[in-house]
């Protein structure tokens, strides 16, 4: 069995090192490239991703992957080898039920989709999008129903992005969410209005840079085997656990952008920086799955960057940075106004009361469509109905309503609702933590987080994504993915600050 | 044909992207990888390099070579398609040839070579390095021999390099070279040194740098399609016409090391920039080879960048800059400053006049050993006399003697000439150019370079690597490589400076 497992291995090995080199090229593109360099990057870059995929897709994998299927079953089910040959069972079978023609069309459509998505955008006009969108929805229906039977034909496309994942799970968790979250918004909506003007003054760029790497520092990300650089959007990157980069956009009008910005890709970072070594140029040599990441990323944001007591400990330190700006804001109006509820109408500078809202409307819609319920064409005037329904506000144009994200005309459906599970798990691993660290709240206080961080490398990290994310979930908190937690959070958070 | 060619260009095609990928990955790690990941990069770098080995090699390459070698032969001899058929079929040739055994052992014998010879260097040792460097060269002999007949040994080694060259041209061309050169090195030694004192004073990097960012912005280096970092081997590398980047390193205790760094390494990427677009992703998209690379380097860093019309644009710019430093140097004195001449035991620091003698030294030794005539262990002992016999200094140990090079442990073998012949060929075009633009002199000392980039872009960068070295030369000159132009560059410089 061995020789072969390790022939198998070695071809995941050359896989993984391909996959890593495009991530190192699309890095680059995002940090450095200079821009007469776009058409040559977007040949290697297809070029790469060609190998790699005929490589994983060829007869002599999937004969590898049956024989070590027989013969890890004398394996315990969890082992590295178990579980490295079930995952590439799943992405196997996957891979080779499509066929290369239809992958072609959905790359031709992800591509012509984008384009016309932005130029749309530019004119705030649907209806240039329209015919495009109706294209990817179709070719997204074709895709999925190639995985019959299935319990939703929207489970495919899910499954892509949370493994294991079912439209049931996301339906159960959002429909306990949905009412819970507008009482929220609307008690929140009667209260007195926050001062965060303060927010908006000018912020020097450098300093904000430095005190976000300060920041990151003492969270634990590992500057060895990581780097941040610049970049339009910001991202976590990875060639390896051994080199996970990630990139910040500093606003000099608006101090939170960078901020919390520099938080949120360091929490998905140092989840890659604990990946353990023997998962590495495998499958299994990464997060979980995109909420569990995800979770990581929205705990160090929010839980920790966006709470009381990180503020104990970093607040005097922000004041010294910005005398100016923040020597005549308390402590407690400066944690509100980084806290401030306000509907807006755009998913990425949503608050925490209102983002998960921003998510069941997109993921609502998604999965009608691809069930066939609605019509691309009534998009713009259920997008505004439900934006009111939800947050109490209506867009004003399209380019502001049902054209604000990139992620349908890239074909990315089925990740939306990750973003949203991703805060309800760092909640419910949030409770987890504390019970297991009852003196965390005085630790950050101190500006001490490495307990914390220990406990993520041992419970969440460790694993790499050796288990599903509903599995493991179970195995860490004693239950699957469940929204209490996470409402639990918002409704003590807010009841403070809010005075509810 | 068409067909068939159109197969066989879209394999070389992806072999280009997986090569100029690897590319990416090297330039990463010499300017922004974090240290921690250098094993991972080690792999990546090593699966990519073997992917694009085996799609080259494989069968269907070599037959699709076969069918195309018989079509072009319908076409114009210097047609682009002859051309690039007529290469392929001679890389292909080589690289069939040589067994993988062979080819891993040369791998696992240079990564062995350059850690030993870190080693013995740093304690100043050879025989540390001696039982390594005898392998290689053995190893070396072994890989030239496949390609009997020959008319010397040492040939195939050269035409890695140097396409079409032959130890015959080299050693008539050195030849002649040699008694010319210590000839001047001698005359100069003679006269009263030259006061150089006021380069080694504090100079702050961020203004050299912007000093030299200019310099190369009016050179003609497109930013669009480039830009320059720092690293601590300065060097130029390419993603293809469109993304040729340069690194510099900034000395702020020594003038000369960040300013004519930039210079050299903008000379070798404004050829790359300037390849055209119809040879883009293929092996003629990049210089004819390194000589003529470094024959462009070269010229901007000397023939531009060291000459007097040049400085009498700049150096009010630079005394500007630098006013403490330079406010009471004189124009001629800084001018032989930056031209002084002074024999030094290190190549990577020697002058115009001595430089040629380092690698006549190297390639002697090179050649003796691998034909035989001289043994391993006997180098430091022969280095050392030679030195003595061309610079007239002698090394104090090893670590400034033999060991001072990587080049041998790296097991690049043939490589050395390359830099003497550039700096001949530039000196060549040189005479070229000054004789189809008269005004030549005038238009530098404006600051105005285009003409000359024109000249560049026109007879030499337009071919790409269409013509081997010693052809290229001959159709641009209308003679193969001589070494007399720069015979005559370097006396008539000296003169003035020295006052010979």
Chains 1, 2 share one sequence.
């Not at 439209?167 to 929140?188: E, N």
Request: with cysteine; charged share 25%.
């Amino acid at each position: 069995m061995d020789e072969k497992l390790n022939e198998l291995k070695s071809i995941i090995y050359e896989i993984s090192d391909i996959n890593k080199a495009s991530a190192v090229l699309s890095w680059d593109q995002e940090t450095y490239m200079p821009k007469g360099s776009i058409n040559d990057r977007a040949n290697q870059l297809a070029t790469l991703s060609k190998i790699s995929h005929q490589k994983f897709v060829s007869k002599e994998v999937g004969k590898l992957i049956a024989k070590a299927k027989n013969d890890v079953q004398k394996e315990a089910p969890d082992s590295d080898n178990s579980r490295l040959i079930k995952v590439l069972d799943r992405n196997y079978q996957k891979s080779v039920k499509v066929p290369s023609k239809l992958v072609l069309k959905m790359a031709k459509a992800s591509s012509l989709g984008q384009q016309t998505w932005a130029r749309a955008r530019e004119k705030s006009d649907f209806s240039l999008f329209e015919p495009y969108l109706k294209k990817t929805v179709e070719l997204y229906r074709e895709y999925a129903m190639i995985f019959k039977p299935y319990d939703h034909i929207y489970d495919t496309l899910l499954d892509d992005f949370e493994p294991g994942f079912k439209t049931a799970d996301v339906k159960l968790i959002f429909g306990k969410l949905r009412t819970q979250q507008i009482k929220l918004i609307k008690d929140i909506k009667d209260k007195p209005d926050i001062d965060d003007s303060f927010l908006f003054l000018k912020y020097d760029g450098q300093k904000q840079w430095d005190f976000g790497v300060d920041v990151i520092t003492k969270f634990g990300y590992d500057w060895n085997r990581g780097r941040q650089d610049r970049s339009t959007h910001p991202l976590t990157i990875d060639f390896g656990m051994n080199d996970v980069r990630i990139t910040t956009r500093i606003n000099t009008k608006y101090l939170p952008t960078g901020l919390f910005g520099s938080m949120h890709e360091a929490g998905h970072a140092m989840y890659e920086q604990g990946i353990p070594l023997n998962l590495a140029r495998t499958p299994l040599g990464g997060g979980a799955s995109l909420a569990i990441h995800e979770s990581q990323s929205r705990m160090w944001e929010n839980l920790v960057g966006r709470s009381m007591p990180f503020w104990k400990y970093f607040y005097p330190v922000l004041q010294k940075t910005f005398p100016n700006q923040l020597a005549n804001i308390k402590l407690f109006d400066f944690y509100k106004g980084i806290n401030k509820v306000k509907p807006s109408l755009i998913r990425v500078e949503a608050d925490e009361a209102t983002y998960n809202m921003h998510i069941m409307l997109r993921l609502e819609i998604e999965i009608a469509l691809i069930e066939g319920s609605i019509e691309v064409k009534d998009l713009p005037e259920i997008w505004n109905k439900k934006m009111k329904e939800y947050l109490g506000i209506t867009p004003e144009n399209d380019a502001e309503g049902v054209l604000q994200d990139i992620h349908w005309s890239m074909g990315a459906i089925g990740y939306f609702s990750t973003y949203a599970i991703g805060n309800l798990v760092s909640a419910q691993l949030w409770e987890c933590i504390n019970s297991d660290i009852p003196s965390l709240s005085n630790q950050i206080r101190e500006g001490d987080f490495s307990e914390l961080l220990s406990w993520l490398r041992k419970n969440v990290h460790l694993h790499g994504a050796k288990f599903e994310p509903q599995e493991l979930v179970q195995r860490i908190t004693g239950s699957k993915i469940t929204p209490e937690p996470y409402i639990k959070y918002l409704n003590n958070k807010y009841s403070v600050i809010y005075d509810l």
